[in-house]
């Protein structure tokens, strides 16, 4: 939902966009308090009262066909604003807008099993024992071990609990686009995650510079990032009437590294209510401020 209101100098809008979740598979690990980790002869690990959440949901961890099965549900909701300021011109100059991403969670309360580990010894860990649990269906067998290992009770960790929640990937967001003349505009875009408690997935920091050149049916970008303050991206996006294809990676594609993940996006915009095919463009022209003039 959204609402959109004439200022002085151009437009505001307000918005939230609520979302129903459906989770379908979900594993994490978590520790809210540091601990020594030390490295053994034989591939085996100590660690000195470690502190440890972790869960998973079993319906994959079974013999058989694969059966897609949804162990959870939940909301979020994303809200924000936006603020233009118009000129002379048929479009902006200055557009402004600040939001808050993917602020809720989805409660995993079917086929999820859920463990703490509150240690207050020394724990040993030797792979070798593990090696027999070779197979997926083998998990549940493994943490059983794992807790009998650690705890000296294969049900200890487990307390009863046999649900977890996910938080979403949260984030604050920041745009500035700016319009060199109609059709050439630069835009800088700051994302930076939010740190929710609990299980979360964490999204990737993100300051980037974009420039483009837009028009009625064609128009292209070329987005330069900066990704969690330590990688450096470039990134290419194409707009053909109504089809959207680009990457924010280049150089995952094209450059040979160690890789660490790439992307790829298309969309494709339809709207069947207001379509005006060969006429010409109704963008709304820029307001002009005229000064009142008294006798």
Same mark, same amino acid.
């Given at each position: 939902?959204?609402?959109?209101?004439?200022?002085?100098?151009?437009?505001?809008?307000?918005?939230?966009?609520?979302?129903? =979740?459906?989770?379908?598979?979900?594993?994490?690990? +978590?520790? %809210?308090?540091? /601990?020594? #980790? @030390? $490295?053994?002869?034989?591939?085996?690990?100590?660690?000195?009262?470690?502190? =440890?959440?972790?869960?998973?949901?079993?319906?994959? +961890?079974? %013999?058989?066909? /694969?059966? #897609? @099965? $949804?162990?959870?549900?939940?909301?979020?909701?994303?809200?924000?604003?936006?603020?233009?300021?118009?000129?002379?011109?048929?479009?902006?100059?200055?557009?402004?807008?600040?939001?808050?991403?993917?602020?809720?969670?989805?409660?995993?309360?079917?086929?999820?099993?859920?463990?703490?580990?509150?240690?207050?010894?020394?724990?040993?860990?030797?792979?070798?024992?593990?090696?027999?649990?070779?197979?997926?269906?083998?998990?549940?067998?493994?943490?059983?071990?794992?807790?009998?290992?650690?705890?000296?009770?294969?049900?200890?960790?487990?307390?009863?609990?046999?649900?977890?929640?996910?938080?979403?990937?949260?984030?604050?967001?920041?745009?500035?686009?700016?319009?060199?003349?109609?059709?050439?505009?630069?835009?800088?875009?700051?994302?930076?995650?939010?740190?929710?408690?609990?299980?979360?997935?964490?999204?990737?920091?993100?300051?980037?510079?974009?420039?483009?050149?837009?028009?009625?049916?064609?128009?292209?970008?070329?987005?330069?990032?900066?990704?969690?303050?330590?990688?450096?991206?470039?990134?290419?996006?194409?707009?053909?009437?109504?089809?959207?294809?680009?990457?924010?990676?280049?150089?995952?594609?094209?450059?040979?590294?160690?890789?660490?993940?790439?992307?790829?996006?298309?969309?494709?915009?339809?709207?069947?209510?207001?379509?005006?095919?060969?006429?010409?463009?109704?963008?709304?022209?820029?307001?002009?401020?005229?000064?009142?003039?008294?006798?």
């Amino acid at each position: 939902y959204s609402k959109a209101f004439s200022t002085y100098s151009g437009e505001a809008a307000v918005g939230i966009n609520l979302k129903y =979740l459906q989770g379908y598979e979900a594993a994490y690990f +978590l520790t %809210d308090a540091a /601990f020594r #980790l @030390t $490295r053994l002869p034989s591939d085996s690990l100590s660690a000195t009262a470690p502190n =440890l959440d972790y869960g998973f949901t079993n319906t994959l +961890l079974q %013999d058989g066909d /694969f059966a #897609l @099965t $949804r162990n959870g549900t939940g909301f979020s909701a994303d809200v924000g604003f936006n603020f233009t300021i118009q000129e002379y011109t048929d479009t902006y100059r200055w557009r402004i807008g600040a939001s808050l991403q993917d602020i809720g969670r989805i409660n995993f309360n079917n086929n999820a099993e859920r463990y703490q580990l509150r240690p207050d010894t020394l724990v040993e860990v030797v792979s070798s024992d593990y090696r027999a649990y070779d197979r997926i269906d083998q998990l549940d067998a493994a943490v059983e071990f794992f807790n009998q290992n650690v705890l000296g009770d294969s049900l200890a960790a487990n307390a009863g609990r046999s649900n977890f929640k996910v938080w979403l990937p949260a984030a604050f967001s920041i745009q500035a686009d700016y319009a060199i003349n109609q059709n050439l505009f630069i835009n800088a875009t700051y994302v930076q995650r939010l740190v929710l408690p609990g299980a979360a997935l964490q999204r990737g920091n993100l300051l980037a510079l974009t420039p483009r050149f837009e028009s009625r049916w064609f128009s292209a970008a070329l987005p330069v990032a900066t990704y969690n303050w330590q990688d450096f991206r470039l990134g290419l996006a194409m707009r053909l009437a109504f089809l959207t294809i680009g990457s924010d990676n280049l150089g995952s594609i094209f450059r040979r590294s160690d890789f660490t993940g790439t992307d790829f996006y298309f969309a494709l915009k339809i709207n069947p209510f207001r379509a005006n095919f060969g006429g010409k463009s109704k963008r709304k022209r820029g307001k002009v401020i005229c000064p009142a003039i008294s006798r």
